[in-house]
C-alpha cells in the first residue's frame, strides 16, 4: 500500500507569493490533516478535512487555506508570503477522524521563502 | 485544552542498551489516544506505536513499548535493544476527547552512539 505522497518536497519562495502544496494520503483514508513544523514553533496544527469539508482549524491567519477533493487528495495554500512562513509542511491522512485511528505522515514539503 | 510535555532535550544510548524517553499530557477528557513519532533527519514523521485511554495493557510493537500510567498522566517510550538506525528525533502526541488534531510535545533527539 503506498504511503502518504507530498508535493513538491522542495520549495523557494519570494515574500509576497503565493504557493500550492499538493497532498495525497493512503487510499482509503479519509482524513487529512496538515501540519507546519519550525525550529521555535515546533509542530503546529494548521487544519483538518474529512470527506471535503474542513472540521477544524489551528490558530493561523486567514493566509492560510485549503481544501479536499473528492478523491481525498488536499491541497493547502499559503498567499502573501512572509519569511515566517519558512518551515517543514506535513500531512497527514488517517482513515477516520476518530480519536483512535492512528495519523500517518508524508514525508514533507520544505517550503523556503527569501 | 491538551499538552504534552517532554522534558529530555536530547539524550544518548550505547548500542544494543535499553532507552526510555519521558512523556506526560494534560487532558481533562477521559477519551483520548497516544502516540509516539520518530523523525529523522529526512523530516518524515514515522509511526512508532499507539496506546488508546481505554487500553488496560501497555502497547508493544517490536522493540518498541509504552509504558502507560494512566493516574500518573505518563506515556514514556521504551526502546529495547538500540539500534544506531534509531538516532532521530521522537515525538510523543495525543489526540482528546472532540478534538481531531494531533498536539505535539517539543520533541526528544536521541543520539545512539556505537
Known amino acids: 500500500k503506498a504511503g502518504v505522497t507530498q508535493t513538491p518536497r522542495y520549495l523557494i519562495k519570494t515574500r509576497g507569493q503565493q504557493v500550492t502544496l499538493s497532498c495525497s494520503p493512503i487510499?482509503?483514508?479519509?482524513?487529512v490533516s496538515w501540519y507546519q513544523q519550525t525550529p521555535g514553533q515546533g509542530l503546529q496544527f494548521l487544519f483538518e478535512y474529512f470527506s471535503e469539508t474542513q472540521r477544524n482549524k489551528g490558530n493561523f491567519p486567514g493566509r492560510f487555506s485549503g481544501r479536499q477533493f473528492s478523491n481525498s487528495r488536499s491541497e493547502m495554500n499559503v498567499s502573501t508570503l512572509e519569511l515566517g512562513d519558512s518551515a517543514l509542511y506535513l500531512c497527514a491522512s488517517s482513515r477516520t477522524d476518530l480519536t483512535y485511528n492512528e495519523q500517518f505522515f508524508g514525508p514533507g514539503t520544505r517550503l523556503t521563502v527569501l | 485544552a491538551q499538552k504534552i510535555t517532554q522534558t529530555q532535550p536530547g539524550m544518548f544510548v550505547q548500542e544494543k542498551e535499553a532507552v526510555t524517553l519521558d512523556c506526560t499530557y494534560d487532558?481533562?477528557?477521559?477519551?483520548?489516544?497516544l502516540f509516539w513519532y520518530k523523525q529523522p533527519s529526512s523530516g518524515e514523521m514515522i509511526f512508532l506505536i499507539y496506546q488508546g485511554s481505554y487500553d488496560e495493557q501497555n502497547a508493544t510493537e517490536g522493540r518498541y513499548s509504552l509504558n502507560f500510567q494512566k493516574a500518573r498522566k505518563s506515556a514514556n517510550l521504551v526502546i529495547s535493544a538500540s539500534q544506531l538506525g534509531d538516532s532521530a528525533m521522537y515525538f510523543c502526541?495525543?489526540?482528546?476527547?472532540?478534538?481531531?488534531?494531533?498536539?505535539f510535545g517539543s520533541g526528544t533527539q536521541l543520539t545512539v552512539l556505537p
Open positions: 487510499s482509503g483514508h479519509r482524513s
Open positions: 502526541a495525543m489526540r482528546a476527547g472532540s478534538a481531531r488534531q494531533l498536539t
Open positions: 487532558t481533562s477528557d477521559q477519551s483520548y489516544g
